[in-house]
């Protein structure tokens, strides 16, 4: 970049820019409402990864946001820089669209309910294990209690439970989509969570990850678990008609 594009880049991309999130902050500081967002948003075409925010409210004591909110989003944004550090390619692909069978970034990050899913579920996972095991300290000073992982994911699971009648199949869903929060990252987290229950917690980093570049997306997930997207799909729409506590039992081991 030269400094005009770079300036533009800065205050005028609509979407990613420093000035979207400063906003973000800036108007939750006014309007006392908590709000925040973060992204990994690019840079590989200079050997680095751009990741923006919004202010942290958690981290900076504001507005009753728990530490814990703002170090569940470090973890969901790190495990994207994790997705893309497999894959060479600068060629972007068309608008963050997952296309079968390219090796545009883009479509190697798989369909966004896979890209959006695993960063929450390895976030959500890890964070607890951390908690657990004291790495992380529990800051408890939140307006809110910070709940546990099993009712973390139980709310997505009602979010999912909520909308998967009324919204777009979750193979179908696209940033852009209405039904994004519900089936796009609660209902893809829950599928990588019933994706790695026959595996170790590590498939993905040792399995998976390495091979997507090569093999394509859908080619990286026959590899890996032994079926393909479509036959994945149907098995899991089997596990959302099971009882809560029956999906619940996915997450004893962690
Ligand atoms: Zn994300």
């Known amino acids: 970049m030269d400094r005009k594009e770079c300036e533009e880049?800065?205050?005028?991309?609509?979407?990613h820019s420093f000035d979207f999130y400063r906003k973000i902050g800036a108007r939750a500081l006014l309007s006392r409402r908590p709000s925040g967002n973060a992204g990994h948003n690019g840079g590989a075409e200079w050997g680095f990864h751009r990741m923006t925010s919004s202010l942290p409210l958690g981290f900076v004591g504001q507005?009753?946001?728990?530490?814990?909110?703002?170090?569940?989003?470090v973890l969901h944004e790190y495990w994207h820089s994790l997705q893309h550090s497999f894959i060479q390619t600068t060629s972007r692909g068309n608008g963050q669209k997952y296309v079968p069978g390219e090796r545009t970034r883009d479509s190697l990050l798989g369909p966004v309910w896979f890209g959006e899913g695993s960063a929450v579920a390895?976030?959500?996972?890890?964070?607890?294990?951390?908690?657990?095991?004291?790495?992380?300290?529990?800051?408890?000073?939140?307006?809110?209690?910070?709940?546990?992982?099993?009712?973390?994911?139980?709310?997505?699971?009602?979010?999912?439970?909520?909308?998967?009648?009324?919204?777009?199949a979750m193979a179908n869903i696209e940033y852009s989509s209405q039904c994004i929060q519900s089936m796009g990252y609660s209902a893809g987290a829950w599928a990588v969570i019933f994706l790695l229950s026959e595996f170790s917690q590590d498939i993905l980093l040792t399995e998976f990850h390495p091979v997507v570049e090569e093999k394509t997306w859908e080619g990286a997930f026959i590899?890996?678990?032994?079926?393909?997207?479509?036959?994945?799909?149907?098995?899991?729409?089997?596990f959302l008609e099971l009882s809560?506590?029956?999906?619940?039992k996915l997450l004893s081991r962690y």
């Open 9 to 15: 880049d800065v205050l005028e991309n609509k979407d």
């Open 63 to 73: 507005l009753g946001v728990p530490v814990e909110d703002e170090q569940v989003t």
């Open 122 to 168: 390895m976030a959500e996972i890890t964070h607890a294990q951390l908690r657990a095991s004291g790495e992380l300290s529990a800051w408890g000073d939140g307006e809110w209690e910070w709940q546990s992982l099993e009712k973390r994911m139980s709310q997505k699971m009602s979010e999912v439970q909520a909308s998967r009648n009324k919204c777009p």
């Open 223 to 238: 590899h890996t678990f032994g079926m393909s997207s479509s036959e994945f799909y149907e098995k899991f729409d089997d």
């Open 244 to 248: 809560l506590d029956d999906q619940l």
